[in-house]
C-alpha cells in the first residue's frame, strides 16, 4: 500500500525520478511541522507543477516540457527547469513568443480543471502569481493521495 501510494504521488507530478523524489521527502522531513503536508508543499512548488495548475498546458507532461524549451520567466527571468522550487509571490510568466502557441490557447479554454486558490492567474496577459504554498487540502487531485503511506514508506 504504501509503494502503491508512493508511486501514484510520484507519478502525478509527471513521474518524477526516485532520487528526485527521495530529496524532495528528505527536505520535508528536514523541514519543521508535518512532513506529509511539507511534501505536497514542496511538490506543488515545482515550477512544472505551477504551470499544469494554472492551465498553461493541459498535462503534467506537457508543462515540463514546455517550461524544458524555454517558455516560462519566473520574476522576468527566463527559467527551463521544471524542478524549479518557486517561494510565494513569485509571478511565473509565458514568455511573449509563447503566447500564441496552439497548445497554449488550448488549454486555457479547457473546462474540465479549476485553477486552485493558492494560484492566482489572469489567462489574458498569460501571468500567474504562487500566492502561498498550499496545504494538503488545498490542492485538488483527481484521486485521493495519502502522502502519510509515502513518509510511512520512507520513514522504515
Do not use: W
Amino acid at each position: 500500500m504504501q509503494l502503491r501510494a508512493k508511486q501514484k504521488l510520484k507519478g502525478y507530478y509527471g513521474d518524477i525520478r526516485e532520487k528526485q523524489f527521495r530529496a524532495i521527502f528528505a527536505e520535508a522531513d528536514r523541514r519543521k511541522g508535518d512532513t506529509s503536508e511539507n511534501l505536497i508543499g514542496l511538490l506543488e512548488s515545482r515550477l512544472d507543477a505551477i504551470v499544469y495548475r494554472a492551465k498553461f498546458v493541459p498535462t503534467v507532461f506537457a508543462a515540463r516540457q514546455f517550461v524544458n524549451h524555454g517558455h516560462v520567466k519566473v520574476n522576468g527571468v527566463r527559467v527551463n527547469i521544471g524542478s524549479y522550487r518557486c517561494k510565494a509571490g513569485d509571478v511565473i510568466e509565458v514568455r511573449e513568443k509563447s503566447k500564441q502557441l496552439v497548445s497554449v490557447l488550448e488549454a486555457v479554454s479547457l473546462a474540465e480543471r479549476d485553477v486552485p486558490d493558492y494560484i492566482e492567474v489572469d489567462h489574458n496577459k498569460m501571468v500567474a502569481t504562487f500566492a502561498r504554498v498550499p496545504a494538503l487540502t488545498d490542492v485538488p487531485y483527481p484521486v485521493i493521495m495519502e502522502p502519510n503511506l509515502v513518509v510511512e514508506f520512507y520513514s522504515r
